[in-house]
Nanobody, 120 residues
């Protein structure tokens, strides 16, 4: 069983930055990976970014490319999402997730979410 705990959300002005953290406890498989999703009010949950534990390979959704950076600290079992140049449309609850099968992702574990609010 894997538990994921997010932190780092908050209120920031447009153009500002935030860094989210996701601490994973329990067993993490060598071929597994971690990701971030977000869900804005009235919208479906959407993929933001992912990173593989073994080699740091990453992937991003188009709306965040060039602004967000996902990274990991294997020693701490922690994944980060550095968010720069934030926009009001980035406002959402951000969820950390653990997945398997990079080529055809299956998201198995979820955190409780952390609120990010970007004011204009």
């Amino acid at each position: 069983q894997v538990q994921l705990v997010e932190s780092g959300g908050g209120l920031v002005q447009a153009g500002g930055s935030l860094r989210l953290s996701c601490a994973a406890s329990g067993r993490t498989f060598r071929n597994s990976f971690m990701g971030w999703f977000r869900q804005a009010p009235g919208k479906e949950r959407e993929f933001v970014a992912r990173i593989r534990w073994s080699d740091g390979n990453t992937g991003y959704a188009d709306p965040v490319k060039g602004r967000f950076t996902i990274s990991r600290d294997n020693a701490k079992n922690t994944v980060y999402l550095q968010m720069n140049s934030l926009k009001p449309e980035d406002t959402a609850v951000y969820y950390c997730a653990g997945g398997m099968s990079w080529a055809s992702p299956q998201w198995v574990y979820w955190g409780q979410g952390t609120q990010v609010t970007v004011s204009s």
